[in-house]
């Protein structure tokens, strides 16, 4: 599929009969594709922090006044919420950092996870170098979830030419990329849209989807609303179409329903921080639990306890 084409079915009209047959046929080609298997990569945000990067769709930024002091949750909590993670059968534990937060630190967190859980690790922080990316590799991580954010360079400081640069670094350094768009607002055209799935596709995305701008009390990008989840589906299998073969998981998020009838079939289980929520712990806020994801899923006729496409679950040396 070509951009014109994507542009095109990101364009047709939500109730038409073509849109209900968009999200038939990435429902099929996920199903054939998946196996029926249904994904849970479990979200843990291991520190809140006025983030000086101030990216406007975040309630974890300095501007956004939410969280004034920084804060990371303690190793004892982290590995709770990690064993949690593994005893509901989570596919992969994705942590989460702000943009400022120590990487040696991040490192260390690795290690002690390796260690003690056997659930597959995803780095989820800044741009990093291929040394750094090494060191991901060493210290336990098997993939990176990055994105090339809609609005990057505007309303974020980060020029997009490094986000992509980043990716490269994943790649060779042989870290998985996982990858979303996002976050989708009703400001973004399609057009844009589907320069950022064409990308996942060319960079050979382990996953990728869709995720919707969620917009925190006193959000700078409030003015411009939310889409609702099923414009988000009409995006989440339109982003299937494109991405064909090469993925092993298509994801949506937040966790719904609608979405798992239009080619995902992956979603994110939160604790700790959200850029998303004013909670410190999401798992308290608008975070979903690795149960009702699991029961989404089975609703819509997925199978969350099949072995997952995207990683090889391996048994930790040493538990702590």
């Not at 806020?285 to 997925?302: H, I, N, P, V, Y």
Request: one cysteine or more; hydrophobic letters at 40%.
């Amino acid at each position: 599929m070509n951009h014109d084409q994507a542009v095109a079915l990101l364009s047709l009209p939500l109730g038409s009969r073509e849109v209900a047959a968009l999200m038939q046929a990435a429902d099929a080609l996920s199903r054939t594709q998946f196996g029926e298997k249904a994904e849970n990569h479990f979200h843990i945000g291991v520190n809140v922090a006025p983030c000086p990067l101030n990216c406007q769709f975040c309630s974890l930024t300095k501007k956004a006044g939410i969280f004034r002091e920084a804060v990371e949750f303690s190793d004892t909590q982290v590995l709770e919420w990690a064993r949690y993670g593994e005893t509901f059968g989570a596919d992969a534990l994705n942590i989460m950092t702000t943009g400022d937060f120590s990487f040696e630190r991040l490192l260390e967190i690795g290690r002690l996870l390796k260690r003690s859980v056997s659930v597959p690790l995803v780095a989820n922080t800044r741009d990093i170098s291929h040394a750094e990316g090494e060191a991901l590799l060493e210290a336990g991580f098997v993939g990176a979830y990055h994105a090339v954010r809609l609005g990057e360079g505007r309303v974020t400081p980060l020029d997009p030419k490094r986000r992509i640069q980043t990716i490269r670094v994943l790649k060779d350094v042989g870290l998985k990329w996982l990858n979303c768009i996002e976050p989708v607002g009703p400001e973004h055209s399609a057009e844009e849209i589907a320069d950022l799935m064409l990308l996942a596709r060319e960079h050979g995305a382990t996953f990728s989807g869709v995720m919707r701008r969620v917009n925190f009390p006193g959000s700078p990008m409030e003015p411009y609303g939310m889409i609702s989840e099923r414009e988000m589906a009409r995006m989440v299998a339109v982003s299937r179409l494109v991405m064909g073969t090469i993925p092993k998981a298509h994801c949506t998020h937040e966790p719904n329903a609608i979405s798992l009838a239009a080619g995902a079939n992956l979603f994110f289980p939160e604790v700790g921080s959200s850029p998303r929520d004013g909670e410190a712990d999401t798992g308290k806020g608008r975070g979903s639990s690795g149960e009702r994801c699991k029961a989404m899923q089975r609703e819509m006729g997925w199978n969350p306890d099949l072995p997952s496409n995207c990683f090889s679950r391996q048994p930790s040396s040493t538990r702590l």
